[in-house]
């Protein structure tokens, strides 16, 4: 239903335009803002029972009013009621408030509802909300609000737009509504609004949860691919296998063997790859994208920076070069000539595999025979990119590939009906990792062993949060400390620098140096962060930790000990930095396991920073908070697959696709 909010009385273009900065226009979307919290005014608290900052309702006497005076001329009015109960006494206190001088009495009883404070030993409540019978208005809803319309007026704009619940629709069958226990929709719109007791706001929530997760749901399982289309890829990786430099981990055999299963079924191939950093997931895709190209296919293997790109192209370039694959790269600053000769290999099919960032996401891509698509680093690219590189075959395998420990709870929500293959096993002669949490008194020592390990013929990153000093935020940027190391080592260690805001030549530059030992001290921001393999770098200091999410630290951390050397990770915790960062600082002491730390992570603070950039069209928040209602996600999902059973395009449920639209991109369409 659209009917517009100007439909309600007293609503003019004044008010709706204000409504509007709040992206509300239709009566619906204003039935659809929910409170952002809830005034319990059902029950009195004795005042002797107030406790700071929880917010209460008071039944008093007013004992005596001070009326308004100013203190520094033009300054505050100041309105202070001493009032008691039974129980105590407090004192009110009003700002601004002249006009209430009149509105209160000695001797009144008069009901409060605020948050009380303590200040200098004393309860008071400061602006609170008042009336003689406020014991009637039962569970107050607090709603979000903007600039020109104020609390009591949203209120009873919202009051207005109960009226027309009665046009809503379920978008829910009736039938699976029943079944999975939830309240129908008008119920739940009025209870989330006006709740007539605890109880029922409950259920009103938790049907809104449940929408918002059928939804996400829906969107997932609606992009996996289908099955009966594709084509079977049965060639073996066993001769690319034979001829690696290593052998394969325990782990990276299962999982290759997982895959080619997947492969040389006719059904598309829908699966991801966790692997920690370091795991050896290169490895795993060189296989599969061998065993693609083997039975007569082209390859793509997608990752989300140049450095990686050219990193992965000169690596499989040399894997590959004794079978005669023919390998491309294709990043967004290459120059136009050789861009064109790249694709038009591709199109012609004298490419087989191609390797690229984002560049292979447009229009102008196009293969001859697409037959299996691998994302590295997955975390960085969103749904709807991982499709639109899919859409360029006719239903080739999917294969993605992340770092980021996803916990299954989460994995089965983020991505559907994946299938996910764990590579659980590092390579051997791996020395696990040293690391530090220290704070900033420590700094000199860290940098003295820093030199030690540089003398030692070693290497080391230095990683800052930001490029260049701030004002607004007080931490190490890289270009400071880039100079603070040159000064302190002096001429005895050759210090290099990298960061997002250097022209991609500049970065690759110097990342090259390091990589080739010209370079002895890296001082860079979260750009080295992914995928980069320098064996001979053994330190890895994190300047201002506390900015950083466990997974990037993970991340970052995982840059070093790859090589034979022992390898040392130092948190440089900042001085201000919270209880949570010095929480997740000690995580990381504690654990190397990626999985682990994530579980951590997501107790200590909910899932968003594990899903790096956002992966569906929710907000972050909005998204986090679902996420933790684990209880409600394989019901749901249930609901989903039972729905889309019957109806695998939503066309019978056209309320549901709106909404599926509406999160994940008008473009949801079946890949049937
Ligand atoms: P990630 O899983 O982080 O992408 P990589 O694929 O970059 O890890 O592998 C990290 C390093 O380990 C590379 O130098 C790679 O050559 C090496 N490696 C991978 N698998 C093995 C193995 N089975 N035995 C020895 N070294 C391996
Ligand atoms: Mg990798």
């Known amino acids: 239903m659209s009917m517009d909010v100007s439909a309600l009385k007293g609503i003019g273009p004044k008010k709706a335009a204000r409504l509007e900065k709040m992206h509300i226009s239709t009566v619906e979307d204003l039935l659809y803002l929910f409170p952002r919290d809830y005034q319990d005014r059902r029950s009195t608290t004795a005042v002797a029972d107030l406790h700071a900052a929880a917010a209460a309702m008071i ?12 203190y520094r001329r033009g300054k505050k009015n100041i309105l202070r009621l001493r009032v008691e109960d039974a129980s105590g006494s407090l004192e009110i206190i009003y700002f601004n408030a002249a006009y209430l001088g009149s509105r209160f009495h000695a001797g009144e009883r008069m009901y409060f509802y605020g948050s009380p404070k303590m200040t200098k030993g004393r309860m008071q409540m400061i602006q609170p909300a008042f009336s003689e019978d406020m014991a009637q208005e039962g569970i107050l809803p607090v709603y979000p609000l903007t600039a020109g319309i104020g609390e009591g007026e949203m209120r009873r704009i919202q009051r207005q737009a109960q009226q027309y619940i009665s046009t809503m629709e379920d978008p829910l069958p009736e039938t699976l509504r029943q079944e999975h226990g939830l309240v129908p929709l008008r119920e739940a719109l009025s209870w989330i609004h006006f709740p007539p007791d605890s109880e029922r706001l409950k259920k009103a929530k938790a049907r809104f949860i449940y929408d918002e997760l059928l939804t996400l749901q829906l969107g997932v399982q609606m992009m996996r691919r289908q099955t009966g289309r594709g084509q079977a890829m049965k060639a073996s990786a066993e001769p690319f296998i034979r001829h690696m430099r290593f052998p394969l981990t325990g782990a990276q055999q299962r999982v290759i063997d997982e895959i080619l299963s997947d492969m040389a079924q006719k059904k598309a191939m829908s699966r991801l790859v966790q692997g920690d950093v370091g795991s050896g997931k290169t490895a795993v895709a060189e296989a599969a994208l061998f065993a693609a190209v083997k039975s007569g296919r082209q390859g793509a293997l997608m990752v989300p920076s140049e450095l990686l790109a050219k990193q992965h192209f000169a690596n499989l370039a040399a894997d590959y070069a004794h079978f005669g694959i023919r390998v491309g790269l294709l990043t967004g600053s290459m120059p136009a000539a050789e861009k064109q000769r790249q694709l038009a ?36 690219f969103g749904v709807t990119q991982r499709k639109t590189l899919a859409e360029k075959g006719d239903t080739p395998d999917i294969l993605v590939m992340t770092a980021t420990p996803i916990p299954r709870t989460l994995a089965v929500v983020l991505y559907g009906d994946m299938d996910i293959s764990v590579i659980d096993e590092l390579p051997p002669g791996r020395k696990p990792i040293l690391t530090k949490a220290v704070t900033e008194k420590a700094r000199d020592k860290v940098y003295r062993f820093v030199g030690e ?138 654990s190397s396991d990626g999985f682990y730390i994530a579980e951590q992570d997501l107790a200590l603070r909910g899932p968003g920073e594990i899903f790096g950039e956002r992966q569906h069209g929710l907000p972050d928040q909005k998204l986090i908070s679902l996420l933790r209602r684990t209880d409600l996600m394989a019901d749901c999902r249930k609901m989903a697959e039972d729905i889309l059973q019957e109806d695998p395009g939503l066309q019978a449920h056209p309320l549901l696709r709106r909404r599926v639209e509406r999160v994940f991109g008008a473009d949801v369409r079946m890949i049937i």
């Open 345 to 380: 290999a591709l199109q012609a099919g004298e490419t087989d595999i191609i390797i690229g960032t984002h560049a292979l996401l447009q229009p102008d891509v196009v293969f001859d025979r697409l037959g299996l698509v691998v994302t590295d680093e997955q975390h960085r």
């Open 453 to 590: 390990e540089v003398a030692a013929g070693r290497q080391a990153y230095v990683v800052a949060p930001l490029v260049a000093d701030s004002e607004v935020m007080e931490a190490k940027s890289a270009k400071g400390l880039y100079r603070e190391l040159q000064q302190r080592f002096g001429s005895s260690v050759r210090v290099g620098l990298v960061h997002g805001e250097m022209r991609q030549e500049e970065k690759d530059a110097a990342m090259q140096a390091f990589a080739e030992g010209r370079c002895d001290v890296l001082v860079a921001t979260v750009v080295i962060e992914v995928g980069i393999h320098v064996a001979n770098a053994s330190v890895m200091v994190i300047e201002n930790s506390e900015h950083f999410g466990a997974a990037q630290l993970h991340q970052l951390r995982g840059r070093v000990g790859r090589g034979a050397a022992q390898s040392y990770c130092i948190l440089l915790c900042g001085k201000n930095a919270g209880e949570t960062a010095r929480s997740r600082a000690r995580i990381m002491t504690e």
């Open 59 to 70: 039944h008093v006497v007013i004992r005596r009013v001070d009326r308004p005076f100013s």
